[in-house]
């Protein structure tokens, strides 16, 4: 049965989590934003109370620092894997978004790895982030004329002999500039669609890899870059071609992470109320009853709408947890989250009135950050889009 009631250690996890995100992470977030890349990472990572990006948790456990191998603590969490995963992401992200996005499993190559590779693949390449032998990796999908539609991408695979000729390019790649290695979608039987669409492993040093440009300028999310990539007659050996071909374990990908965006989100549009409440409690004094009245309705309707986004998360969470895993559950935590998040932040930005557009404060920053999650991973429109067709057949 779904119970919304969280363990003891659990609540105490999510707030030290909390705690990390908003005093180390925080601090740093005008320079993470100003600089692409954030200053003291490796000293704020090191303080962070898991070892690993929750994307993951579900394959790998919870990562408590010093926990690791505490059996007992590690049962007295709630679900252990996606459900703690998405609740952790909440309270990663109401400091900044940037502390989440250091740590180690932090992007997608290691989840396609973990689910598209044979046991060579998994060991060499995910289980290599585990050891330390990889950090960031990086998931291409996107060019420059699509990106959901994978049947459309024009990047090519090429079998010669033994080896894999890749040739095309990739836009929008997170972390792409830098990433210890890729995972690049590419057809390899052109005209086929989707069937012949594979998983190739990059890695940096492959000769005819380029980096084209470093990231785009862009509105929000400006603490890592989204970088265009080239391929330029790479020779990959047939280890780098992930060993499943099969469309609907590429979608579990996303369908698997896609409630952790929307938990990206829950995070920011709660730090920002958060925040915006903090200001006006210290700022409140000149206030007319009739104007704290109105204020603290719109903090009551917009807490309660945080809560309501929470439970959709929680749901889609824990069905992937007890392998029932809904992909009709994680379109709707993409479709009809964000929207809810966007009006939060929006209305929070109001609470504050002038001052939240200064750039004294990081309500404006968090502001841009938070469009982001509505367009990654599939925009809010597709997922809609989606579920009314399941809901109507057509
Ligand atoms: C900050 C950021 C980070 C990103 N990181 C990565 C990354 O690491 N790797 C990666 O591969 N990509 C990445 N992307 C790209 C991103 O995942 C995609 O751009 C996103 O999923 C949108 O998909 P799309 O490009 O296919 O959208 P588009 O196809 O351009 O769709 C845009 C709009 O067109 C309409 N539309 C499109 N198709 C249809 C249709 N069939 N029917 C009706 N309406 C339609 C919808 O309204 C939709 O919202 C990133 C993007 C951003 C902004």
């Known amino acids: 049965m779904f119970d919304l009631q969280l363990t003891r250690t659990t609540r105490d996890l999510l707030a030290e989590i909390k705690e990390w995100s908003i005093k180390e992470v925080r601090p740093h977030a005008r320079a993470a934003e100003d600089l692409a890349h954030p200053p003291a990472v490796n000293e704020v990572v090191a303080k962070c109370p898991v070892r690993h990006c929750p994307l993951d948790f579900r394959y790998i456990g919870p990562a408590v620092r010093g926990r690791e191998d505490d059996v007992e603590y590690v049962k007295s969490l709630n679900g252990g894997g996606s459900l703690l995963g998405v609740l952790a992401m909440e309270e990663m992200n109401v400091g900044d978004g940037w502390g989440w996005q250091a740590l180690p499993g932090n992007n997608l190559g290691e989840r396609a790895v973990r689910l598209l590779g044979d046991d060579y693949q998994v060991h060499r390449w995910a289980d290599g982030i585990l050891r330390g032998d990889y950090k960031i990796t990086s998931i291409c999908m996107t060019e420059e004329h699509c990106g959901l539609d994978l049947s459309q991408i024009r990047t090519t695979a090429v079998q010669e002999g033994d080896e894999w000729v890749l040739n095309g390019a990739k836009r929008f790649i997170s972390h792409g500039a830098y990433a210890d290695y890729l995972v690049v979608f590419a057809q390899t039987r052109p005209g086929s669609g989707l069937a012949g669409v594979r998983a190739f492993i990059v890695e940096p040093t492959d000769e005819g890899f380029f980096v084209d440009k470093y990231s785009e300028d862009k509105l929000g999310v400006r603490y890592y870059p989204n970088s265009t990539l080239r391929f330029d007659n790479i020779r990959l050996p047939k280890n780098r071609v992930l060993a499943n071909n099969n469309f609907g374990e590429f979608m579990a990908i996303l369908n698997g992470t896609r409630p952790f965006c929307a938990a990206i989100g829950l995070g920011t549009a709660k730090g920002m109320l958060e925040y915006a409440v903090d200001w006006v409690n210290q700022h409140d004094k000149p206030f007319s009853p009739r104007r704290r009245q109105a204020f603290?309705?719109?903090?009551?309707?917009?807490?309660?709408?945080?809560?309501?986004?929470?439970?959709?998360?929680?749901?889609?969470?824990?069905?992937?947890?007890?392998?029932?895993?809904?992909?009709?559950?994680?379109?709707?935590?993409?479709?009809?989250?964000?929207?809810?998040?966007?009006?939060?932040?929006?209305?929070?930005?109001?609470?504050?009135?002038?001052?939240?557009?200064?750039?004294?404060?990081?309500?404006?920053?968090?502001?841009?950050?938070?469009?982001?999650?509505?367009?990654?991973e599939g925009t809010g429109n597709m997922h809609r889009i989606f579920v009314a067709r399941e809901e109507f057949g057509n």
């Open 296 to 376: 603290d309705e719109q903090v009551e309707i917009m807490t309660a709408a945080l809560d309501r986004v929470r439970r959709m998360l929680m749901r889609s969470a824990w069905k992937h947890d007890q392998d029932e895993a809904d992909p009709m559950l994680a379109h709707k935590a993409k479709a009809y989250a964000l929207p809810i998040l966007e009006d939060v932040s929006f209305r929070s930005m109001q609470l504050m009135g002038p001052a939240a557009w200064s750039t004294e404060h990081l309500m404006e920053k968090w502001y841009r950050d938070a469009k982001f999650n509505d367009i990654v």
